[in-house]
């Protein structure tokens, strides 16, 4: 059965409750002009008045006790109701031919919006009433036509109403599924929807201060939203980093967003909760932008991975140990394999030796692998080592740029160091003479060169491991903000569907051009990581069949910082050469 929905069915009993109020106050003025002796009636007896004063009963108990009774149901009792007053009227306002005939007709169309059934029930009822008044029961057979035309037109308008409404109608599954009616408000919806996840929501406005705040928030911070709500974001998520320090405003997830307009994810971040308990949060923040492209506050969605985090710290931590206890063995068993293949300390016939130099390679893999692996596992649990101090990379990288060189002459490919291809700024100095003399732009860095230096050699064999035929170009470049360095290379490519999972662990492109090749997936995955160590991003662009790019991003810090960074390494014992 198919009904009009509740919002229709609820303005259909208001104007029905009006016309039986209606009815109400003619009784009352009835009433009062028959104790003035005037003449009066019109069918408006104590009866209906006792009547329309019970239904107006149910109705009020029906809109604040009985709310869970379904709008359709409520509709249909409101409108039998009225109609049953219409037709004491009727009866007592000469039946057939009283003006009433038009409301009773009328209602029949109404109950069109309820469904066939409930209009067809009521023209039944007109139909058994007629021929009880045919018997003389409520009016004289001279009536017979006018009962006959009310049965026709109200007939008649069982299926106009039906023609009328059924554009109205709604899926019936769809308007008594309580979930769903509740959720044709956009502001219900939302509602559901934030108090039914378990992530935490928290909206902040310009001013930093909350204006949102989830049962899921709550949960996870131990504040209350009446108490979180109005209060500065900084107060309530409360961010420290892994070491237990306070996160620096620059580095607060908000203050990011409100100052880049970005979003910004962070999965290191620990929250202080209100219980002082530290939890391990994964969470982002986005900018909400207006339609006139201001931002007009943030959102922050986060949830708990304290339990994540644990688990794979245990994960890392038996990787670690186990690789730093097979590296020893591995370790032993390669120097005797080198001895055994060293002309000088032992004799080996030529099979022998070829056997045994195969076990060499494949032992000095097995070594690379573990190390890789035990660099991987620190890395991930935040024990990579890292002593960073102010970098000039150009130096660096020219340097060890003439350091690789050996292994790509090796395969015959030629290799190039490319400076200065961006919108450097040149850090030029007026020289004592006072003239403007260009020099090369120097871009500093804060980073352990030993790492950095692990991350290019990484790239920069993979270039090799992976190229056939061709030129390596290591590039360096940068603007004001960073330090851009990459290493391109004419090998086979990466496809687009491989390039964004290549920084994971143990990825590795599935394709014959590299599948031949050795390697444990893991190189990438720690250059990543140390990358990330120093607020840098890395990635690659690549077209398959012409070539890769890894790009490099570091945050640059301009000659003033790096002379300050070395000074104060000076005065620690700990002089950098700049
Ligand atoms: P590995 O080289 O030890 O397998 P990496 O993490 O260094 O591990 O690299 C992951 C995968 O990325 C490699 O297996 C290879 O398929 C692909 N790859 C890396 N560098 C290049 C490159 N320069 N050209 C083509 N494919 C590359």
Not at 384 to 413: I, R, Y
Request: charge should be negative.
């Amino acid at each position: 059965m198919n009904h009009v929905s509740s919002a229709i069915l609820n303005r259909i009993r208001l104007c029905l409750l009006g016309y039986s109020i209606l009815l109400l106050g003619s009784y009352g003025a009835v009433v009062f002009w028959l104790h003035y002796g005037r003449n009066g009636g019109y069918g408006l007896t104590p009866f209906l008045a006792g009547f329309i004063a019970i239904q107006l009963i149910y109705e009020i108990l029906a809109q604040f006790v009985f709310v869970k009774q379904s709008p359709l149901v409520r509709a249909c009792i409101t409108l039998v109701g009225v109609w049953a007053q219409t037709l004491m009227i009727m009866e007592a306002t000469g039946v057939y031919k009283s003006p009433m005939m038009a409301i009773v007709i009328g209602l029949v169309f109404l109950a069109g919006a309820m469904g066939l059934y409930l209009a067809t029930g009521m023209v039944t009822m007109l139909c058994v009433g007629f021929l009880l008044g045919l018997g003389g029961f409520f009016a004289t057979p001279t009536d017979a036509p006018f009962g006959v035309a009310l049965i026709i037109v109200s007939s008649t308008l069982v299926f106009l109403g039906q023609l009328f409404w059924r554009k109205y109608y709604i899926d019936k599954d769809v308007a008594t599924d309580t979930l769903s009616s509740s959720l044709s408000k956009e502001q219900a919806k939302s509602d559901i929807i934030l108090n039914a996840i378990e992530d935490g929501v928290i909206l902040v406005d310009t001013n930093q201060i909350i204006r949102l705040f989830n049962p899921g928030a709550s949960a996870i911070t131990g504040w209350p939203a009446e108490e979180a709500v109005g209060l500065d974001h900084h107060a309530v998520l409360h961010l420290i980093d892994e070491k237990n320090v306070d996160y620096p405003a620059s580095q607060n997830p908000f203050n990011r967003v409100f100052a880049d307009h970005k979003s910004v994810r962070d999965s290191q971040a620990v929250l202080v909760s209100r219980s002082n308990k530290h939890i391990s949060l994964n969470l982002s923040v986005s900018p909400l932008i207006g339609s006139t492209g201001a931002i007009s506050g943030a959102v922050c969605v986060f949830r708990d991975v304290s339990q994540e985090r644990s688990e794979e710290k245990r994960r890392a931590e038996f990787i670690s140990t186990a690789s730093h206890e097979m590296r020893t063995p591995v370790a032993a068993i390669e120097g005797y394999l080198a001895l055994a293949l060293n002309p000088r300390v032992s004799t080996v016939d030529t099979k022998a030796r070829q056997f045994l130099e195969k076990a060499h390679s494949s032992t000095q893999h097995l070594g690379k692998l573990f190390q890789d692996l035990l660099t991987s596992a620190k890395a991930e649990d935040g024990r990579l080592s890292s002593h960073p101090t102010a970098l000039e990379m150009g130096e660096f990288t020219e340097q060890l740029v003439g350091d690789l060189k050996f292994s790509a002459d090796k395969k015959g490919l030629r290799i190039e160091f490319v400076t200065g291809t961006g919108n450097e700024v040149i850090d030029a100095s007026n020289d004592s003479a006072g003239s403007s003399k260009v020099i090369k732009p120097l871009y500093y860095v804060f980073a352990d060169p030993e790492r950095l230096r692990e991350v290019l050699i990484n790239l920069f064999d993979n270039a090799v491991k992976y190229t056939d035929t061709g030129t390596i170009s290591v590039g360096l470049t940068g603007d004001e903000k960073v330090v851009q360095i990459y290493v391109h290379d004419t090998g086979p490519g990466i496809p687009p569907e491989d390039a964004s999972h290549l920084f994971q662990k143990f990825y590795r492109v599935d394709n014959s051009a590299t599948r031949t090749i050795g390697g444990t997936g893991l190189g990438l995955f720690i250059c990543r990581k140390i990358i990330e160590l120093y607020n840098g991003r890395i990635w690659v662009e690549s077209e398959v069949g012409k070539g890769s790019t890894f790009f490099i991003d570091l945050p640059r810090i301009d000659s003033k910082k790096a002379a300050e960074f070395a000074a104060a390494e000076t005065a620690q014992g700990n002089p950098t050469k700049l």
